[in-house]
Every structure is written in C-alpha cells, then in structure tokens.
C-alpha cells in the first residue's frame, strides 16, 4: 500500500513569490493535515482538511492557505514568501476525520531566499 | 496551555542496552499520546500510540512506551537498542476537544546508539 506522497521534494523560491505544495493521502483517507517543521521551531500543525474543506488552521497567518481536491488530495499555498517560510512541510493523512493515527509523508523542503 | 516537554535534547546509549526517551504532557483530560521516529531527511515515521487500556503499547520495530497518568508521562522505552535505532524522536499528543484533530509534538529527542 502506497504511503502519503508529497511533491516536490525540494522547492526554492525568492521572497515575495509563491509556492505550491502537493499531498496524496493514503488510498481510503478522507483527512489530510499539514505541519511546518522549521529550525528551532519544531513541529507546528498548519491546517486540517477533510472532505474537501477547511476544518481547523494554527496560528499562521493567511497567506497560508490550501485546499482539498474530490480526490481528497491536498495543495498547500505559500503567498507572499518571506525567509522564515523556509522549512520542512509535511504532510500527513488520517483514515478518521480528526482522530486515529495520523501517517506522514517524506515531506516538502522549502528554501526562500 | 496544551504542551508536551522532552527534557533530554540528545539520548546517548550503548548498543545492546536498554534505552528510555523521556516524555511529560499538560493537557486536560484523556488525550491520546503517540511517538513518531524522523530519519535524516525523512518524514516522521510513527511508531506507537496510547489510547485507552493497558498502560504499556507496544509498537514498531520492538519499541514500547509507558503511559503514566498521574505523572502525565508517556516515555518511550526499547530493551536492546540498535545502532540503526540512531534518529530523531518526538512525541506528540492529541487533545482530547478543543482542537482535537491536530497533533502537539514536542521539541524532539536525537537518540544516538553507539556500537
């Protein structure tokens, strides 16, 4: 059985610009979740999507932002980059909305610079 | 405020030894606790989890942990370490409402296995 996959694997970008990342859950689940693990910082939970839409979002400002295809594949969107953007973003994907174990992905390694 | 604390940034052990990765949790009420293992450049690959039941889970890769409620601990233990057991470990913990879905993680414990 497929793991959760996310793609690119690295991305770079210049500040100011945007960046898009991309989450396929495992087949069968209907919640993606989104994490930003940067340095220092640690793990920090992003946002909650479940059966196409938004259910619960960290404390991140709103030029994070993403959404949830039919297919239950997610897309995370990065506005307006700044250099503290630069991080570890992982996906992760939970047969239950909001509960049972959550599986990540290999993650998305972002450089603004 | 919700928060779950490793107190140990790095654990050094010998292999063959028993190790413990340390793991103290607030939170209200009945949350569910889970540790997850990151490899150099990886994802987070999960490892365990306690819901409810017996306080000692046992998990992948010959990895169990300890729930301890009135400590509000969660350590996470192996009886013989490897060296391929050397990585990054955090553990985290779901509320049980208020924000149940996301995962609170701690800062993360680097375990190294020396031969």
């Known amino acids: 059985e497929a793991g959760v996959t996310q793609s690119p694997t690295h991305l770079i970008k210049t500040r100011g610009q945007q960046a898009t990342l991309r989450c396929s859950p495992i087949s069968g689940h209907t919640s993606v979740y989104w994490y930003q693990q940067a340095l220092g910082l640690g793990l920090q939970f992003l946002l909650w999507?479940?059966?196409?839409?938004?259910?619960n979002r960290g404390n991140f400002p709103p030029r994070f932002s993403g959404r949830q295809f039919p297919n239950y594949s997610s897309e995370l969107n990065v506005n307006a980059l700044e250099l503290e953007d630069s991080a570890l973003y992982l996906c992760?994907?939970?047969?239950?909305?909001?509960?049972?174990?959550?599986?990540f992905g290999p993650g998305t390694r972002l450089t603004v610079l | 405020a919700q928060s779950v604390a490793q107190p140990e940034d790095q654990v050094n052990v010998a292999e063959g030894n028993p190790l413990t990765v340390k793991c103290t949790y607030s939170?209200?009420?009945?949350?569910?606790l889970f540790w997850y293992v990151q490899y150099p450049n990886r994802g987070l690959q999960f490892l365990l989890k306690?819901?409810?039941?017996?306080?000692l889970v046992k998990g992948s890769y010959g990895f169990e942990a300890e729930f301890n409620k009135s400590q509000t601990s969660f350590h996470l233990k192996k009886p013989s370490a490897l060296v391929s057991d050397s990585a990054l470990y955090f553990c985290a913990v779901r509320p049980p409402s208020g924000g149940y879905n996301k995962l609170i993680f701690g800062a993360g414990t680097r375990l190294a296995v020396h031969p």
């Open positions: 992760a994907s939970s047969l239950l909305a909001g509960g049972d174990t959550q599986y």
């Open positions: 306690y819901i409810t039941g017996d306080n």
């Open positions: 939170v209200s009420g009945n949350p569910y």
């Open positions: 999507y479940d059966e196409g839409e938004e259910r």
